[in-house]
């Protein structure tokens, strides 16, 4: 089919039986029958997914990369969990009076509930945006802008894994099934859904989060089905609000939101069963339509972990930001380029690209993680942009909003040719000898082009533990941990080097 127009079929407002389409693929994931794919409709196929994938059907290069993502997200909350935003979540927990449960909030010594432990923990992990990236697959998909599928997922897999003193290589099952959940289903929406304002980790994630809780807690078929339902009817989060605390705040609720829908369909709650294809369910009501092809017959097939594969940050910000950054530190190294021979710096991207990066004067560390002008501005002042740069005080110092001024960040016709697929950047650099340095990249570093190895995902966990002072030791033992996942016996032995 061709991928621009034979591809893409919406389907709106009234129910459409998926065998009627005739398009249906031969392949089905692990543990599916061709008869509930053809005829039973889209949210029991997904949670026939769930429910009979096992740990042997998944691939080791995909338990490879996960691991990496697993690992770079438990630095994350690590680091997180240092932040103000950090902070103020545990104190509104701490206002619950709530018993101390079974659950850690990492990089602390508290425990408490399962949903409010994965509330805080996905609130740290995508607090300094600097968390995993899904990456689209159908030209009209924004590269980079559909979900950062761990911020959510990961916290409902710990959380309730440590409910159910699950083995390591349960939760890694539980969170690869949650993270290919959200992946796909974020793949068919149609694409209204983000550029309308959506965002896309809240709410899509919160469908993630809950496939990875109700594979823990051993539910059914149907009883999956529910929670898959109520996740739907909790799933929310508004871009409006990039820039500010509530952008991390939509993935700790996705998180939660996932606990609670598979605890409720635990207990019997009732729920409409085929939540997202009908004509007022969640791909109707959230996107205006969807692609059955983009995830019908296509869950673990391939696993989205390898093909097109989810971007591992090297800097703590907006992902649209990083090709540009990663070719801006190889021209600064290449050409040895100072800041004050700089006259003026223009960055071009696709139209896409400025819908997200949308803070062209920030004023504060959130705002700068959406500013392609700090971005381009911090890297020609410091040579580096890590977390000691995305701070309040380095973002309004005097240097940095003068060069801020020099960059010019505009759609550029080359990029808008290239495709929303890729996340192109062009950038040319006017010098005070009259030279322009000029280069391109359509992918940074961390993506499946430029992948991080387990290594150096590792530098990266130790560099965020470090920023909060977390024991050292203890660090060390998690990278061990996690890179032999499937050995770990209950997943409480690793929680507890998650904690001070």
Not at 69 to 92: N, P
Not at 155 to 174: D, N, R, Y
Not at 290 to 315: C, E, H, M, R
Not at 424 to 443: E, L, N, P, W
């Amino acid at each position: 089919m061709n991928e621009n127009s034979d591809r893409r079929l919406f389907l709106k407002g009234t129910t459409l039986l998926l065998a009627q389409t005739g398009m249906i693929g031969n392949v089905f994931a692990a543990g599916e029958s061709k008869a509930s794919v053809m005829g039973e409709g889209l949210t029991r196929y997904v949670a026939e997914f769930i429910c009979n994938t096992q740990f042997d059907n998944i691939p080791a290069s995909t338990l490879a990369l996960g691991k990496k993502s697993f690992l770079d997200g438990l630095g994350l909350a690590i680091s997180g969990s240092a932040t103000e935003l950090g902070d103020i979540a545990r104190k509104q927990i701490a206002s619950l009076n709530i018993r101390s449960g079974p659950a850690i909030i990492i990089g602390t010594n508290i425990t408490t509930a399962p949903r409010f432990a994965a509330f805080a923990n996905g609130i740290d992990i995508h607090a300094d945006d600097y968390d995993d990236t899904q990456l689209a697959v159908a030209k009209d998909r924004v590269y980079g802008l559909l979900t950062h599928p761990t911020a959510p997922v990961l916290p409902s897999a710990l959380a309730i894994g440590q409910l159910t003193k699950s083995s390591g290589k349960e939760v890694m099952l539980a969170y690869q099934i949650g993270v290919e959940v959200a992946c796909k289903v974020a793949e068919a929406i149609n694409p209204r859904h983000y550029q309308a304002g959506f965002h896309s980790t809240g709410t899509l994630g919160a469908i993630g989060a809950a496939a990875a809780a109700a594979k823990l807690l051993h539910l059914d078929v149907p009883s999956t089905i529910r929670a898959l339902s109520i996740a739907a009817s909790e799933a929310a989060g508004l871009r409006e609000n990039f820039g500010t605390m509530t952008k991390p705040f939509h993935a700790g609720r996705a998180a939660e939101s996932g606990v609670v829908a598979a605890q409720f369909a635990q207990g019997g709650w009732t729920a409409a069963d085929k939540i997202l294809e009908a004509p007022r369910g969640f791909f109707n009501a959230a996107g205006g339509g969807y692609d059955v092809n983009a995830i019908q017959g296509k869950l673990g097939n391939p696993w989205t972990f390898d093909d097109p594969g989810i971007s591992i940050k090297p800097f703590p910000c907006g992902s649209l930001n990083h090709p540009g950054m990663t070719e801006m530190q190889r021209l600064i190294k290449a050409n040895n380029i100072k800041a004050k021979d700089v006259v003026r710096v223009r960055v071009g991207t696709n139209s896409n690209m400025p819908n997200a990066l949308i803070h062209h004067r920030p004023t504060n560390e959130l705002q700068a993680k959406f500013s392609m002008e700090f971005c381009m501005a911090i890297l020609l002042l410091d040579g580096q942009a890590g977390l000691a740069q995305f701070n309040d005080q380095v973002v309004n110092r005097p240097d940095v909003k003068a060069m801020i001024e020099k960059v010019d960040f505009v759609v550029d016709p080359v990029a808008e040719a290239a495709g929303y697929d890729k996340m192109t950047t062009i950038i040319d650099i006017k010098m005070t000898d009259g030279r322009t340095i000029s280069g391109r990249a359509d992918f940074g570093k961390g993506s499946p082009a430029d992948p991080m190895s387990y290594d150096e995902v590792a530098v990266k966990f130790l560099q965020n533990t470090d920023f909060a002072k977390f024991p050292h030791k203890k660090a060390e033992s998690v990278i061990t941990l996690v890179r032999n996942f499937e050995t770990i016996g209950k997943i409480d032995q690793l929680a507890k080097q998650l904690t001070r």
